[in-house]
C-alpha cells in the first residue's frame, strides 16, 4: 500500500519523465482514493455532525468524503487523522487501476 504523498510523488517524477520522452511505454491509470472514514466515527460512536464540529467543516463534507464523492485536501486529511490520532494512511488509502 502506498502513502498517499509517496505516491502522488512518485506520479508526478512519472509524468515528468513521459513528457520528456524519457519512457517506451504511457500508461494510463486511475486512482482511487478510498477512506475508512465512517469506521473512525463508528468506533468512536460520534454522528457526521459532532465530527464536522470538532474539525471545523461542515456536515456535507463529512457525508460527501464518506461516500467517495470528495477526496479532502491535505490540511482536512492531517485534521482528521490528528483527530483520531492516526496518520493519513490509516484513514485514507489509494488503489490503483490500470485502464
Known amino acids: 500500500m502506498y502513502s498517499l504523498l509517496y505516491y502522488l510523488c512518485e506520479r508526478k517524477n512519472r509524468v515528468g519523465r513521459e513528457r520528456r520522452g524519457q519512457t517506451l511505454t504511457k500508461t494510463m491509470t486511475q486512482l482511487k482514493v478510498v477512506n475508512r472514514l465512517h469506521v473512525f466515527r463508528a468506533e468512536q460512536r460520534i454522528t457526521q455532525e459532532q465530527l464536522a464540529k470538532e474539525i471545523g467543516v461542515t456536515r456535507a463534507t ?3 468524503i464518506e461516500g467517495g464523492g470528495y477526496n479532502p485536501s491535505l490540511e482536512l486529511a492531517f485534521r482528521l487523522a ?3 490520532k492516526t496518520d493519513i494512511q490509516t484513514i ?3 488503489e490503483e487501476e490500470e485502464q
Do not use: D, E
Request: proline share 0%; hydrophobic share 65%; charged share 10%.
Open 92 to 94: 485514507f488509502s489509494v
Open 82 to 84: 490528528r483527530y483520531f
Open 62 to 64: 463529512i457525508v460527501a
